[in-house]
């Protein structure tokens, strides 16, 4: 047939300690699948220094230049990558593998029921042991009882597609027991019905008073976190260099899923790329070239589409996410919010940061929720974390907001 499955995704480690390792992915291609690649290298911690994409619409050949960390599992993201790539057979026709045109069917979604004494940056611990595990969390509710125990209900969904059996279960009930030890009382895992799938995939709507904090500022040059402002992008559109395609070049400020948040955007407009490279400069500016088109086969020639799409790209770059602290009553409630691809994903290892962010201030979580909301025409994914006051909040609710804001974007 040509080529081999093992041969879609080539991992290529460096010959010199401290150059980025390079990954090649060469398989059919369809609109989108820079996004899904570009969503697997985030969650892995991967940061992307360089990229080549080349494409004839059919099959696509797409060069990654990744700087990794001494905990990358290098085997399991190859095994990522060569699910996110269509199948070779898909591009050559033979009936037998019609099925595999089908949409994927939704993954079954289990409820983890666990209790634990309260310690601080206890849940950014667990949260830690489900990503490792690439348990997927849906949707989180987290409390604090009166006799200082937490109580968390963790909607997940399982990569590995075997948390049904009792093996997957067990492993994962040792991982979390070696992590809480002694301050882990219970842990109870057991599918959902549709019932409640549903209600988790069903996006409701926020308190007017929050969409006015987080959403009020929706010019990109007006975004500005504490002292951390975020550089406004340049974008240009040109359809003078080339008779099939549109070309957009990006200069921005580098943040942790810069390319995912390119690729993503791209994806919800249904926009096909046929060419594009990116450059890092000292690690803090980035210059992406790409040759577009739309899924008809043309170039963007309408005004408003350019207009439409450099507007989203450009706030998309300059507020990939929102950040937000504010008081509800007498507490204090941290808000952040990532907005949702049209297939439903949201972005990775958001709720990972954030626990991150305030183990490292020492901040105590008092309960935390994890939804989906409709916000305007997008559907958001929003998390809301009350925390815990009651021996003072040792740092003020500037630098918890600055210190979310800056582990989100990647920034020391």
């Known amino acids: 047939m040509g080529i081999l499955y093992d041969d879609l995704v080539i991992i290529r480690q460096p010959e010199t300690e401290g150059e980025p390792s390079m990954i090649t992915v060469n398989c059919p291609d369809k609109t989108g699948l820079g996004c899904d690649l570009c969503r697997i290298f985030l969650f892995f911690g991967l940061t992307v220094a360089r990229i080549d994409v080349s494409t004839d619409g059919k099959w696509c050949y797409l060069v990654f230049w990744v700087i990794g960390k001494p905990s990358t599992r290098w085997g399991l993201l190859k095994k990522r990558l060569l699910g996110a790539c269509p199948s070779f057979f898909l591009a050559s026709g033979i009936p037998y593998y019609e099925a595999e045109l089908q949409p994927p069917r939704p993954p079954d979604v289990f409820l983890l029921k666990f209790c634990y004494l309260n310690r601080k940056g206890l849940l950014h611990d667990v949260t830690k042991v489900l990503c490792e595990l690439e348990l997927t969390i849906k949707k989180v509710k987290v409390s604090t009882t009166p006799d200082e125990k937490i109580l968390d209900l963790f909607f997940i969904t399982d990569t590995r597609g075997l948390l049904h059996t009792e093996k997957r279960q067990e492993d994962t009930h040792d991982h979390l027991k070696f992590v809480l030890g002694d301050a882990m009382i219970s842990s109870e895992i057991e599918m959902v019905g549709p019932e409640t799938t549903a209600c988790l995939q069903a996006a409701s709507f926020l308190p007017d008073e929050i969409t006015e904090e987080m959403f009020n500022m929706d010019k990109a040059d007006e975004c500005k976190i504490g002292s951390a402002a975020f550089r406004s992008p340049s974008i240009i559109m040109d359809n003078s260099l080339s008779p099939a395609h549109t070309l957009v070049q990006i200069v921005c400020q580098d943040h942790k899923g810069l390319l995912y948040d390119i690729m993503r955007t791209l994806k919800d407009y249904n926009i096909q790329i046929s060419y594009g490279r990116l450059t890092t400069k000292d690690k803090t500016e980035c210059e992406l070239d790409l040759f577009i088109m739309q899924v008809d086969g043309k170039k963007i020639v309408d ?59 020492n901040s105590v979580i008092f309960s935390a929720e994890i939804g989906r909301y409709m916000i305007g025409d997008r559907e958001w994914e929003v998390y809301r974390v009350l925390l815990d006051e009651s021996d003072g909040l040792s740092v003020s609710r500037e630098e918890i907001e600055q210190a979310v804001w800056k582990m989100l974007m990647g920034w020391e």
């Open 303 to 361: 005004s408003s589409k350019q207009n439409a799409l450099c507007s989203r790209l450009r706030m998309e770059l300059s507020r990939p996410l929102r950040v937000a602290v504010i008081s509800r009553g007498p507490d204090t409630e941290l808000l952040v919010a990532n907005p949702v691809e049209l297939s439903g994903k949201g972005r990775p290892l958001v709720f990972y940061d954030i626990t991150l962010a305030l183990k490292m201030l």
